[in-house]
């Protein structure tokens, strides 16, 4: 390849004229898929001295290896590189690794690792003698190339474990006693190159160690030197220029990178292999051995490592990382349980509380600027602490609440704090109160609400003195965050049971106050606490008085910022107080449809500004505002539901939602699908018949299964099934509707990249159509028949549902047209496979529904002529009266089964509190307690019981893990409701058999003749039950005319 005129064209991509631009582009994509182009790239890179070129050079690199460099027989889209080409390409690449400028660098490390990934050891075994040649020279460049050589492998073996890390055991062996000397030597170092390749030193032993421990670094010395290295790191003061650079950029610094890795490694040490009580008995590798050891020699000197951190933090004014701050006290989290690690920490106890916990929890000037400056993204950041893990104050909360849990006599010490803090502020004079302490010292108390109130708490009853006293004051108090703590301090503590009355008063009234309080963070703070208020009759009573106005503060709130748990509140209040808002359901919806299409409307936008993604990728977008989307949707649902008895105002909120409906649709937007197909599920059931505005919506869900939602169909299922049943009318007058159902079922059939997941649905489908459209569709029988034995005739499927519902695709055609599916089995040579699997099949047949299925289906064949039987199952015909005896003898306790079910379902969550956490107990605890007493009761059995859990876990996942898809039995699915629950069995095969002991009785005494006397017995039963059950119909019909008249 010309390398001169592809360095014309990169260039000429920088060129301000656009049609130069773009025709350059087009130049380089022919070129792209031309021999010899990336390594005419690595040419341009090799002397090029123009930055931008490089740079642009670089990035057509990345993207042809990227796309290029799978095996050609996984590529889909992108040309792969020749073979031939990619030799020369590996033996170029690390030398221009080591010459190259950081910006270039950086775009090659991925270009590395891709090849590693594809390529190593096989097709480059002498990698790894590149790599250890370039860390033992005394070229600085050279090193870090090296490094990140080394690095970039220990990527690759991340996550392998076992056997798969055979070879990485040996890399390690060989690499790493250089790598500790080089993070040894760079130490003694204040350059930012230096700081990068520390980071880099660090970043390989972080990846070593990821998943499993190598044995090289598992001797006792490794760990010593290692370790001793990281703590070095983390006591190492940084350059003093970087104090100079704002908190962020500090933090982005590669001396701070390098001591956020450290401290992260040394926590990974002991949370996963130091302590003992997190390593399962029989586990492989066995890392017992090494916890021991670890936990006794090494856990003490790393934690005086970090106390030292804290105390020059605390005393010097020492400048800590956030990384720093959360790894330090996510590492003394640690140390609470094991009795060995908590004799250290201990003594330390009183000085973090108070010098390290609270003061993290207390509002920071970040804090208070975003609160008046940036409401919406302070919330974000106190809500959503599970996305804000590595944060210190979040790390603080989770301190507590261990301490706590696992000491439960330290909660005194920590109250005891609390109460002072509080006190001093009550006491000083309005301008000397300290208020952002008094906002740590309520969010304390909120952290440890579970605690305070867990059983037989000797704390607890004076939880409401507290907020009495302390608490209530600060709805009114002149600072907003104040008042926020307030609000969410009671909603920590959900589940206090206040005593006097009045106070649930005056927490209503301080409620409603805080809903219309001009601080944004405030009010949704309120409104997230009205919520678990309504178990409070008082309150509950109140807010019903006004539950349109709340609803309405509730909808401008989440117009106001994305805050999901708002929904969660207006779907509980719709649910809740359902009766009051039926008069305002149309407004109320018409509000929640333009607050989902504005969020949905900033999602799309969004989604614009991203122009290079495929289309149809929509995951990167489930943020707040996705979540929020969701949270809408949900309460819209829940509305619907609760206007089942309101057709009228049911029909007005179909046309209300249309719009939801079309944008989710249209835009595929794939997260919020479910949500969308259960409001659709929701309209149809609710109404029981099909509006022409559902009809409308049928027309985008076939869209969209046509264009990308094939996988969604499971989701799809009851809505479409809503369809079949209640739209069964219109479908029989309209072809168009009925064979786009017919068309879902084929395409899942299909496509052979479809699960059985999907194609149960498929069957469900099918039988739905063949259930209620009797008579109707012939021309399509065929069809299902051929789909399902396909499958049973030339595949053995394991999954047992999987096989049910195949055979009963089946089943169900032969009780829609018995003559029409004989021939279609005949005529390709199913008939007998199929009645050997059926009747061997039929004592797992445990639902009602198959069992009725099956009893109908038999039925049916039994009103053919003997002349129509087919001559293939003649001899086995008989047969069918033994099947149809052991249907019936097992359907009344399936029937007993189906019923204790639904009851367990009912009442599956009655006894579920949020406060019954083993954890939270106080039994047996005393406030007397020595010091002695408590290390008996509170150490003795910690990490035993701890090891106990790991082992329970793992023996679960084992048996578990081994179990065959074929042993999961299928529940009964009492919300779908089937022609099949108006069909009485015992009438029905009374009548049919009767009528064949009189029409045919020679057929009548064959099948009859080879019954058993219990199975005659079961055949006589049912006739009886059926002559009880006609009986009982003629009474209760006569009873029910004599009450009309």
């Not at 053919?864 to 001899?875: R, T």
């Not at 249907?887 to 579920?912: G, H, M, N, V």
Request: charge should be negative.
């Amino acid at each position: 390849m010309d390398v001169a005129a592809l360095r014309n064209r990169i260039s000429v991509t920088l060129d301000p004229n656009a049609a130069n631009r773009r025709q350059a582009e087009a130049d380089l994509k022919f070129a792209e898929d031309q021999p010899g182009f990336s390594n005419a790239l690595l040419d341009i890179l090799q002397t090029e001295q123009d930055s931008a070129v490089q740079l642009c050079t670089i990035v057509y690199l990345k993207n042809k290896v990227m796309r290029g460099w799978a095996p050609p027989e996984e590529q889909t889209t992108h040309k792969s590189i020749p073979e031939q080409e990619r030799g020369p390409l590996r033996e170029r690449l690390i030398p221009i690794l080591a010459s190259a400028p950081p910006k270039v660098r950086h775009q090659l490390i991925p270009i590395l690792a891709k090849i590693l990934q594809h390529d190593f050891p096989a097709k480059w075994p002498q990698y790894i003698d590149i790599t250890i040649q370039l860390l033992n020279t005394n070229d600085a460049n050279s090193v870090f190339a090296g490094l990140q050589c080394l690095l970039a492998i220990c990527r690759v073996y991340r996550f392998k474990s076992a056997e798969q890390r055979t070879d990485f055991d040996k890399i390690v062996e060989v690499t790493f006693p250089a790598l500790l000397t080089i993070g040894t030597q760079l130490l003694d170092q204040e350059s930012n190159e230096a700081g990068e390749m520390l980071r880099t030193v660090v970043k390989c032993y972080k990846n070593a160690i990821f998943f499993e421990l190598p044995p090289p670094l598992m001797t006792t010395q490794a760990t010593i030197e290692w370790c001793t290295l990281f703590l070095r790191i983390i006591a190492k003061p940084p350059p003093a220029a970087l104090m100079n650079e704002e908190p962020e950029e500090r933090e982005l610094n590669h001396w701070w990178k390098s001591k956020k890795w450290a401290y992260a490694n040394l926590n990974r040490l002991f949370v996963r292999y130091g302590e003992p009580s997190n390593i399962a008995k029989n586990s492989s590798p066995d890392y017992t051995p090494f916890a021991k050891m670890f936990i006794a020699t090494i856990v003490p000197e790393i934690l005086k490592g970090y106390l030292q951190e804290i105390d020059k933090w605390v005393s010097q004014g020492q400048w800590l990382s956030k990384p720093a701050l959360s790894h330090s006290i996510a590492f003394f989290e640690e140390c609470i349980k094991p009795k060995i690690t908590w004799e250290h920490l201990r003594p330390h106890m009183d000085n973090l509380i108070s010098h390290l916990i609270f003061p993290v929890l207390c509002q920071s000037d970040e804090d208070i600027d975003l609160f008046e400056d940036d409401p919406a993204e302070y919330l974000h950041r106190k809500l959503n602490v599970y996305e804000e893990a590595s944060v210190p104050d979040v790390a603080a909360t989770n301190f507590l609440v261990s301490l706590t849990k696992s000491r439960k006599k330290q909660t005194f010490s920590i109250l005891n704090f609390i109460n002072t803090v509080v006190s001093r502020y009550e006491a000083a004079p309005d301008d000397q109160k300290q208020p952002r302490e008094k906002e740590g010292a309520l969010r304390m108390i909120g952290t440890l609400a579970s605690v305070i109130l867990g059983k037989k708490s000797p704390i607890a009853e004076q939880v409401e003195y507290f907020f009495v006293r302390h608490v209530f004051p600060e709805f009114r108090s002149p600072h907003g965050y104040l008042r926020a703590r307030a609000c969410d301090t009671l909603e920590k503590f959900e589940a206090l049971d206040f005593k006097e009355s009045n106070n649930l008063v005056i927490i209503y009234s301080s409620i409603l106050d805080c809903l219309a309080d001009p601080a944004l963070p405030v009010r949704v703070e309120a409104a997230l606490a009205l919520q678990p208020l309504i178990r409070h009759d008082i309150i509950k009573a109140n807010v019903q008085q006004n539950i349109p106005q709340i609803m309405q503060q509730l909808l401008k709130l989440a117009n106001e910022v994305d805050v999901d748990a708002l929904a969660n509140v207006m779907e509980d209040f719709v649910e809740v107080f359902s009766t009051e808002l039926t008069p305002f359901a149309v407004a109320l919806s018409e509000q929640l449809r333009d607050t989902y299409m504005r969020i949905v409307r900033d999602l799309l936008d969004r989604k614009a500004e991203k122009p290079g993604e495929d289309d149809d990728i929509y995951g990167d977008f489930l943020d707040d505002k996705s979540i929020t989307a969701l949270g809408v949707l949900q309460t819209i649902g829940t509305l619907i539901l609760t206007l089942e008895s309101t057709p009228d105002v049911l029909l007005r909120l179909e046309t209300v939602l249309m719009p939801v409906i079309e944008i989710t649709l249209e835009n595929k937007l794939y997260d919020l699908y479910n949500e969308v197909f259960e409001i659709i599920d929701s309209c149809t059931f609710s109404a029981k018949t099909i509006s022409p505005t559902m009809w409308q919506a049928f027309v985008y869900i076939h869209k969209a299964f046509k264009t990308g939602a094939e996988l969604y169909l499971e989701d799809m299922l009851p809505a479409l099934d809503n369809y079949v049943v209640y739209g069964a009318s219109t479908l029989a007058q309209n072809p168009p509707y009925l064979e786009a159902l017919v068309g879902m079922v084929t395409d899942i059939f299909n496509d052979p990249q479809v699960g059985a997941v999907d194609r149960i649905c498929g069957c469900r489908l099918a039988e739905a159509l063949m259930l209620n459209l009797r008579g109707h569709i012939d021309q399509y029988v065929p069809s299902f028949v051929g789909f399902a034995m396909s499958v049973l005739a030339n595949e053995e499927v394991k999954t047992k549902s999987y096989r049910l519902h195949l055979m009963e695709m089946v089943i169900n055609a032969i009780y829609y047209n018995p003559r029409l599916s004989l021939h279609v089995l005949e005529a390709s040579g199913w008939t007998n496979k199929f009645f050997s699997a059926w009747f061997s099949s039929i004592d797992t047949f445990k639902r009602v529904h198959d069992k009725k299925l099956s009893i109908v289906a038999i039925s049916s064949l039994l009103t053919l002529q003997a002349n129509e039987v087919p001559v293939s199952i003649q001899p086995g015909w008989p047969r069918l009266l033994q099947g149809i005896s052991k249907l019936f003898q097992t359907l009344p306790e399936a029937i007993k089964l189906r019923e204790e079910a639904a009851k367990e379902s009912e009442f599956a969550y009655d006894d579920i509190d949020d406060y019954n956490d083993e954890d939270n107990d106080w039994d047996g605890d005393d406030v007397e307690w020595t010091e002695q007493e408590e290390a008996e009761a509170l150490e003795g059995d910690l990490d035993a019981d701890g090891s106990a859990y790991v082992d329970f876990l793992n023996q679960k996942a084992m048996k578990y893990g081994n179990l065959d898809d074929d042993e999961d039995d299928l529940s009964e699915e009492s919300l779908l409701e089937s022609p099949l629950d108006k069909v009485e069995p015992y009438s029905l095969f009374k009548t049919v058999l009767l009528n064949m002991q009189a029409e045919q009785p020679p057929l009548y005494e064959n099948l009859v003749k080879i019954l058993n006397p219990e199975e005659q017995q079961v055949i006589q039963s049912v006739v009886n039950e059926a002559d009880v059950k006609a009986a009982e119909a003629t009474a209760l019909a006569a009873a029910s005319a004599q009450t009309s008249a």
